[in-house]
């Protein structure tokens, strides 16, 4: 077949690119306009990370100085890439020979973890937020310091879920995984977290928080760290490991592409950027995997977790696999960009 279309949930490439001075277009990392020429359409939410500095204000000043320079990135690199906020958008953006190029923050402290700013990074088009990086904060604890979800993380959450931003668990405590679970009336996503029963790693999902993604109606995003994948050098085994046993818990449809790309150091062998997809694909495809479950992993599951955010829960269909008031939006396998149409409400039972 023709290069996939890749829908990557997580990478750091804004954070780099404003740290090093670099263009969208061609730099020195793992993923650019040049190396998406390469694919058969490209999207991507790229995460504003400020957690690697050290106070809360810092990094809410440097998310302010980030924004508009991966801003000015988009206006610059037009013609090649367009801002993407729905599903919708990022069709019309690959229709058009377009790369998309959702926005995502990883660590509330970019927005002081303030429940008031989230309406302003909705219209910033913020469409992802991860609640923690690896250190505490005034929502939650993270995966290395262990502690819930706060009274300011919960009022968090559900305006985030009430506006549509998505919420991510990757790096979140286990706690305050299951606090989040607890109260989400929508989809949630692990946007580059693995299977801990694979590789035993605290950024790793157990089989149960799985099981509660899936049936919450959301995706994990495999991710292509070597820590997150394998105690040895990984290999692309690693990478089918991870999602074999994703798929042999019943998360057809639940998993998705996080690479974590610009944000790690060391990535399975043979796979050295954005442009390695491809070989990914073609690795899993000699595993046997059908088409239609690979275009779900490259793409699909992912588009339709966006989809799924913009609309409310159905009551009725509470706690069942269905419980969204409409139907899921799929790519066939094969289909040409024209086809790709959004799926009609199905749901009868929504009062
Ligand atoms: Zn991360």
Redesign the pocket.
Known sequence: MTNPIVFDG?C?TAAELFRKHEELADNTGMVSLKLARQLGGYLQFY?F?TCWQNGPETAAAEYQAMLPFFQAQLARYAGQISLCRTADEALAALSAGRCGAFLSI?GAESISCDPGLLDEAWAQGIRMI?LT??HRNALAGSCRTGEGLSAQGREFVRRAQKLGILLDV??LSDRAFWDLCEISEKPIVA??SNSRAVCANA?NLTDEQFGAICRLGGTAGL?LYRDFLSDKPAAFEDVYRHLDHFLSLGGEGHVALGG?LD?CDELPEGFSSVASYPALWRYLAGKGYSEQTLTSLFSGALLDVLRKCLYKRCRSHAGTASFYRFSCFKISPGASISTLAPAASSCSRER
């Open positions: 997580h750091d995460a990370c990883e991860t990086w690896n990757s790096h946007s580059h950024r991710n974590d944000g």
